[in-house]
C-alpha cells in the first residue's frame, strides 16, 4: 500500500554570506615570520592597518576586536618563543597579530542538508493548531567541513512552516572542556577507539584513578613535541589527546538569535566535521525535558560516536559515548525512556538496524539486531531517519534504505511500546523517493532525514535533497499507521 505524501514548496539552500572568523595558523614557522614582519611595523602603520581591516569586517562580525585578541592570544607561545615581551606589546598590535590568524569561513557555502526538527521550548503566544520548532541543518562548507546550524519557524494549522528572520551574524560559542576524567572509563573507550595498547600504557600507567585534563594534555603535548617521534606513537597519542578533548561545554551568548549560533566543530575528533545531528525532545521520568542529540564526529582518520543535550539552545553539553554498541554511524535515541532505561537505535554494523538499552545515555552495550535489508530499495543498508515518535499504536521509526546506484530512500517501521523489539509493521515501498528534480546535488539520488515530529496528526518530515538542500514533507498519520498495521 502506498502513503499519499504531501512535499511542500520551502527550501533552504546554501547561503555563502553566512561566515564565521574562524582561527587561521599557518604553521609554526611561518607564523614565526609572520609576527617578526608585524613587529618591524611602527605604531602608526599598526593603526592603519588595523582600522583598514575593521572597516571592511567589522560590520561582518559581532565584536572582531574580541575574536582578533583571542586568536593572538593563541599564539602568545609561539610569540614568546621569539623573546618577544608579549605583555608589553600594544593592543592595537595584539589585534593586529590575531586578525593575521582569523579567517573567514563560510560555514554553509556548500550544502545545508539532514535536517531534524524538534518541538521548540517556548509555545506561548500561538494560536490554535500552532507549534513553534527548532530544525537543525547540518552546514558543509569549504573542504567538507560540516557543523550544526539552527533555524526557528512556526507551524501553522494547515501544516505550513513559516520560518523566522535568520540574524545577521554568526556566533561561535564560549567552550569549557571537562577537567577531571575516570581513568577506568578512559581507559576503555581507549580500547574501544582500537588505540594501540602499548603506547596507552606508557602514557597513562602514572596517572591516579580520578586525573586532571591538564596533566594529560602536558604529558600528551610534552611527547608529541620530540621531533624523532615514530609515526605510531604519534597517531596513539594524537587518538588520546583527541578523546580528552571531546568532553567539553558550550555557552552561546543570550543577546544572540538561534539562527546565529553555529555548533562549529571544536575538538581534534571534530575537525573534519560535526555529521547529521538527531535531535529529540527528551522527556525524562520526573517529566523534566531537555533536547538531546546522536551526532558523528568526524577527525578525518576515525569517527566518534557523540552526544549533545540542551535545555535552552544558548548550554550545550557534549561527550563521547561508550560501549561496544556505540560504533560506527546513525546512533538515534528514543524520546523517553522504556521500563526506566534508556533505548538507543543504531547500525553498528554499517548494514542493519539495532536497538539497544541503558541504565546511562553515555554507555551502550549488548546491541539487539532489530531489521535487516528486505525489499530491493534497501538492500545495500537499512538505518534509522532520527529518533522514534510515539504513537498509541507503537514506535514509528523512520527509515532510510540504500539500494541500486546508492540511491537513498526513506521508509517507515512501527514497532511495540512495551517492548521495541518486535516490528509491528514496516512499509513494503519508500514513503519518499528522489523525484526527478531531486535527484542533482552534491551526491545524486539521495533524501535522507535526520529526525521528524507528529503535529495536528500528521507526520513533519524534514529530509535533505542530494546532500545540497532540504525541505520538507507532510504525511497523514491515520493513512501511514493503517499502512504500516497491515503491512505484514
Known sequence: MRVSVIRKE???TPDSRRVVARYFMNGYERTQQMVARIMILDEKQVLQTLEQTLREFARRHRNISAVFFRHCEKIRPVI???????????????MLIGSYCTMEYAIESAAIFNPSIVEDFDQTGLAAGEKRVVISFRATGEGHISSIV????ILDKDNNLHIMKIGNHIDK???EHKTLFNKERFLTKLSEMHTTDKYIVQIMQDLPDEFEFAVLKNILNTSLSDPLIREERKTALQEILWLANSFYDLQ???DSDITERVIFPISDSESRGIEDARFVRFVDDDDSVRVMATYTAYNGHTILPKLISTEDFYSFRVMPLHGAGAQNKNLALFPRKIKGKYAMLARIDGVNNYIMYSERATQWNDPILLQKPRFTWELTQIGNCGSPLWTAEGWLVITHGVGTMRRYCIGASLFDLDDPSKEIGRLTEPLLSPLEDEREGYVPNVVYS???IIHNNSLILPYAVSDYSSTYAVVDMVELLDALKNSN
Do not use: N, Q, T, V
Not at 80 to 94: H, V
Open 10 to 12: 520551502i527550501k533552504f
Open 80 to 94: 614568546e618563543a621569539m623573546k618577544i615581551d608579549y605583555e608589553g606589546l600594544s593592543l592595537d598590535r595584539k
Open 150 to 153: 539552527f533555524r526557528r519557524g
Open 173 to 175: 560559542a564560549e567552550i
Open 252 to 254: 552561546f551568548k543570550h
Open 450 to 452: 535526520c529526525g521528524a
